[in-house]
């Protein structure tokens, strides 16, 4: 069963500000070595000074392909793309949702059908095939919605062809000061440093639905959770 996470931003550091909200980079690996994803900027916000926002998600997660604009790097923004919803991730003896990446006029998409599930455990799969020059700069990884209801990048790789991509996330999400660019890459450093770590999978997050999260004016970030009643 899906379920929904509020959080709750409140900004009370005594100036306007921009804020980025990250998802928590999840474990990929490119066959069986270990890879980085980059951290786009999942939504961006500009808050004043005492004022607030609302972001709901749900533990639903997409599979995401695109294309950045040059070799990507920190600082590089990207846009677009096409996501697909993740049915299943994968069990102790149940493969999760697999998906293939093929590259049509210059544009990555996915095929139709998907492939039967193959993914690990806790993961979903992405398959790459060989219509494509790592040069090309293709990007692939996890999606999410945004505050439009558009499935963008949230955590991205610089795709290779002939590869098989397995891609583990986790509920748990970061915001951070000064990020005003939605899907631009991030230092991912230098969001954990401020400490805006939103976990809904361990700790005093764990069976809570809604995260209180407020940045006072030595620029320290507070969260508190707690369980809101849902009414349909």
Known sequence: MTSQYTIRFQNNTGS??????????????????????????????FIPNGGNTTITVADTFYAWVGQAPQSPGVGVTITGGQGSKVQQLGLTNTPGS????????????????NPPPSANLSSFSITTQTDFTFNDNFMLGLGQVDSNGFVVAAASVHAKPNMIYNIAPIVKFWVAQG??????????????????????????????????????????????YQTDVKTK
């Open 16 to 45: 306007d500000s921009s804020y980025g909200f990250f998802i928590d980079p999840p474990k990929t690996t490119e066959r069986t070595s270990t890879v980085s994803p980059f951290s786009n900027v999942w939504i961006s916000k």
């Open 98 to 113: 697999s998906f293939e990446m093929e590259v049509q006029q210059n544009t990555a998409e996915f095929v139709v059908p």
């Open 179 to 224: 990020f005003s660019v939605q899907g631009i890459i991030a230092d991912f450093s230098a969001v954990s440093n401020q400490n805006g770590a939103i976990d809904f999978t361990s700790g005093p997050g764990v069976g809570t639905n809604t995260a209180i999260v407020t940045q006072d004016s030595t620029g320290h970030f507070s969260v508190t």
